[in-house]
């Protein structure tokens, strides 16, 4: 239900898409400069060792005859290659650590979470009143809270992708380099993120309607747990649907695909997450214009 009610107001509001490019574009814009420092250094080597040619050449020979059997020969091949440029020189390797903590993880996590709450205000308005708010407005007279929502959010969810990154890396470890390896760590991360996205699918709607950002966390896992089977079941089956869509677009667009998919992407787990919060609480909101009264 929740999927489908979040892809009716979606389709119905498709603005809130190109308001959230032109966000991303904009912080995805400053988060590249501040990146400068650290990019040009490792890009260079990575020039130089043909990391750049072997990714081109990867993804080329997926439309050969070995199809994808070709394309993860190939990313492999690359990681070999960007793993012996790493060995070879400890100052780039520092480099690459500190620009992954301090720009990778910190400011891309917290500048592009700042929409969060801008965005869920502007939704909440919408289905609890049909109200039209915009998110340019929102985003400063929100500023504030949006700040420490998006500061405690790094914080969960930076914890929870270490976590992650353990358990695909101890998955690695135990099957080997096989064939079933891409498929059995795609699987994994597929489900770890739909839990991700379960637990805190709530926290933005219980922080703007009054909880405030530790409760709103608090209460959202609360609702988590309490309708655990219909929350989890909407959010592995939407991670995965985004996941094969997304995949599919950016390999046979070359990348040019991810100026809609990302958008797109975050504004429609945005509304699963608005949609949630209404259907577990039990309040009525309107779709597309028209009120709907969730089940009990």
Do not use: Q
Not at 267 to 282: L, R, V
């Amino acid at each position: 239900m929740a999927f489908k009610n979040a892809l009716k107001n979606l389709v119905a509001h498709f603005g809130v898409v190109w308001s959230l490019l032109l966000y991303i574009t904009v912080f995805a814009a400053l988060i590249t400069g501040l990146s400068l420092p650290f990019i040009l250094p490792i890009a260079r080597a990575f020039g130089e060792a043909g990391v750049f040619d072997g990714i081109r050449a990867a993804f080329s020979s997926l439309f050969g005859e070995d199809g994808w059997n070709a394309l993860w020969n190939g990313l492999y091949s690359v990681y070999g290659e960007i793993a012996g440029v790493f060995k070879a020189n400890d100052t780039l390797a520092s480099l690459t650590m500190a620009f992954l903590i301090f720009v990778a993880v910190i400011a891309f996590r917290f500048f592009l979470g700042l929409y969060a709450i801008p965005l869920a205000t502007v939704l909440d308005g919408r289905m609890s009143c049909n109200a039209s708010y915009g998110l340019g407005g929102k985003f400063f007279s929100t500023l504030w809270l949006s700040a420490r929502f998006s500061a405690a959010k790094m914080l969960v969810t930076t914890l929870y992708d270490v976590a992650l990154a353990l358990v695909i890396y101890g998955l690695g470890r135990l099957i080997g380099m096989t064939v079933a390896l891409p498929f059995v760590l795609m699987l994994a991360l597929l489900v770890l993120v739909a839990l991700r996205s379960s637990l805190m699918s709530c926290w933005a709607a219980c922080t703007v309607n009054g909880d405030g950002v530790i409760k709103g966390f608090a209460r959202s896992v609360k609702l988590c747990f309490k309708h655990f089977g219909s929350i989890y079941s909407t959010y592995l089956v939407t991670s995965f649907l985004v996941m094969a869509v997304g995949l599919f677009i950016t390999v046979f667009t070359l990348g040019a695909g991810l100026i809609i998919v990302l958008p797109f992407a975050a504004a429609y787990f945005a509304y699963i997450d608005i949609t949630e919060f209404y259907n577990k609480t039990g309040r009525r909101y309107y779709i597309d214009g028209v009120v709907f009264t969730p089940p009990v």
